[in-house]
């Protein structure tokens, strides 16, 4: 506000100055961005998990095999673990709903639900969900119809199983680093929208030393993989990724037939079950991980540089698997060694020699990854 002060002025003349009102500075902007202190970040909430070791309480997750490997019979025996709360392969779980997207047709998931209550006595609740209807990730409308069903039902907050990411992807090309990350995206929607874990379920390709199928970057986007390969009638199941916790966690398991009924020619109508290989599960364990000295060194610095890794499935490793070429393996972990420089690279292939002879870690045609 400005108006006028008048002051005398020798002479008698009188003159005007203006005055200004004085006016409240602006009120602050709020921050974009919050600046964190470590003592911040340690109170904020710890990682939850769903299954312990293998599957958080929210992000996207995914299990990954070839046809035939058992992936879809595993996907249901994990989510029948979360929905009852009982342990998975010795893991604890935490108890949610469960919603499960059978895209790949009803008759196949009816018959492995069957057969699930049939070999376990377990019997689903209300909080198991089956969506047999047609859904797809980018078309307009889908996600946000599927999260406002989910939520009304209140079956939002717990575990969204796509099976499979092909059927769900209708029109995109996997091979596509563009479709790829808005397949990426609307499954982040989904999970944003629910608040709870997307679980896709995905083929790998039939050739392993090119990868997994389509695009590198949905690995590389996902909190959590599960890695399903089969040898023969041997099948195992292993952590390949975990963000934030301990990958390499791994399981053997077999498929058992369960007849569930007769057809109408009075042929028996059967479906599969998953059991854990015992016998399999002790050799898995028969790896003796170095406690110290170099190899463990050694074997420390691999872990880390493998959750970095740009290359998958190379020279006959599982499609999923991360891959280092050796070279690059000693130029990265040499400095590590405490001892005299010109002796490290000599150090570090020997430990490298050891971890290998104790089954720590693969080494094939110029390339290491974890067994």
Known sequence: MVGEVRRPWRGGVV????RIAAVPDPAPRARRFKLLTAADLAGRPRLQWRVKGVLPQTGIAAIIGPSGSGKTFLALDLVAAIEHGVSWFGCRVRSCPVAYLALEGEAGISNRVAAYQAHTGHR??????????????????????????LQESGVAGGVIVLDTLNRAAAGADENSSSDMGLLIAAATELQ?????????????????????????SLFAALDACIEVSRTDERRTWKVAKSKDGEDGHSRAFLLRVVEIGEDADGDPVTSCVVEPEEQAVEEVRRVVLPAGGNQRIVFDALRDLLREAR?????????????????????????????????????????????????????REGWIWLP
Do not use: N, Q, W
């Open 15 to 18: 003159v005007t100055a203006p």
């Open 192 to 216: 944003v929208r629910t608040g709870g874990l997307v679980l896709i379920v995905h083929h790998s390709g039939k050739d392993a030393t090119k990868g997994a199928r389509g695009h590198s």
């Open 311 to 363: 290359h998958f499935g190379m020279a006959g490793a599982p499609p999923t698997r991360p891959c280092i070429a050796l070279e690059e393996a000693i130029t990265k972990t040499r400095d590590r060694l405490a001892c005299e420089s010109d002796r490290r690279t000599e150090r570090t292939r020997a430990a490298l020699t050891g971890l290998v002879s104790r089954g720590a870690i693969v080494l």
């Open 124 to 149: 689903f609740s209300d909080r198991f969900r089956v969506v047999v209807e047609r859904f797809e990730l980018l078309s307009t409308g889908d996600v946000p119809a599927l999260a406002d069903t």
